[in-house]
């Protein structure tokens, strides 16, 4: 794959079948780990971002841990109240907090490019 899409065609090899099966091998496999590694990562990925992003001190760190420590409080308490009142417990907090993480990883990764 690494040889160029010429060079793979050329030995044979069907190149946007060979991608599109990496591509969903390589989403099989982050999603497996994400259900491992469970919310605490994507909570924490959320909450980090978000203390650096309205917190705008890079070098005041107690700020930032009181920050971030509110934010979570807040995602935390939001969540639960999700959870209870409008989703009426047919869902769990993990399952939300995964999808607020994703979305949110996903917007920080094209805003970067």
């Known amino acids: 794959m690494s040889l160029g899409r010429e060079n793979v065609m050329n030995l044979g090899i069907n ?9 969903i091998l390589s989403s099989v496999l982050i999603a497996t780990s994400t259900a491992l590694v469970g919310p605490i ?6 909450v980090s971002n978000l203390a650096y ?17 509110f934010i979570s409080i ?4 939001g969540g639960q109240f999700l959870v209870e009142h409008i989703f009426e417990l047919r869902t769990t907090l993990s399952v ?14 094209l805003k970067r490019k």
């Open 96 to 109: 939300i907090i995964n999808f607020i993480g994703g979305l949110y990883f996903i917007y920080l990764l």
């Open 74 to 77: 807040i995602a935390l308490v």
């Open 41 to 46: 990562t994507s909570l924490s990925l959320i």
């Open 53 to 69: 992003q309205y917190i705008n001190t890079h070098n005041r760190h107690s700020l930032l841990i009181v920050g971030a420590s």
């Open 15 to 23: 190149y946007d079948r060979m991608v599109m099966n990496i591509l």
